[in-house]
């Protein structure tokens, strides 16, 4: 079974910034295609961003787009979420999943979803 592990949410302070990670234990991520989600309290997963497999091209939610940016490691068995100008609605647990690659929006991991890791905007 493929397994993700996301890292390096935390506390931040509106307008602030955190980079969060996806890694891959005992396979690359450069074959998929990867996205980050995220889930507010009472409300539905939300599909933030993803990266094709491909070209590498990049989808974003509007909600965060010219804010976040989504990349790949050197690695290739890590994914980043970098988070700028943090808003106090961006609060969440935020995963990441292997999707497949559509123009508009990132499709739920057919994997389902792991710990997450915790996001919290707030002065």
């Known amino acids: 079974q493929l397994q993700l592990v996301e890292s390096g949410g935390g506390l931040v302070q509106p307008g602030g910034s955190l980079r969060l990670s996806c890694a891959a234990s005992g396979f690359t991520l450069d074959r998929y295609t990867i996205g980050w989600f995220r889930q507010a309290p009472g409300k539905e997963h939300e599909g933030v961003s993803c990266i094709s497999s491909g070209d590498g091209s990049r989808y974003y939610a509007d909600s965060v787009k010219g804010r976040f940016t989504i990349s790949r490691g050197n690695a290739k068995n890590t994914v980043y979420l970098q988070m700028n100008n943090l808003k106090p609605e961006d609060t969440a647990v935020y995963y990441c999943?292997?999707?497949?690659?559509?123009?508009?929006?990132?499709?739920?991991?057919?994997?389902?979803w792991g710990q997450g890791t915790q996001v919290t905007v707030s002065s």
């Open positions: 999943g292997i999707t497949i690659w559509t123009m508009t929006g990132c499709p739920y991991p057919a994997g389902g």
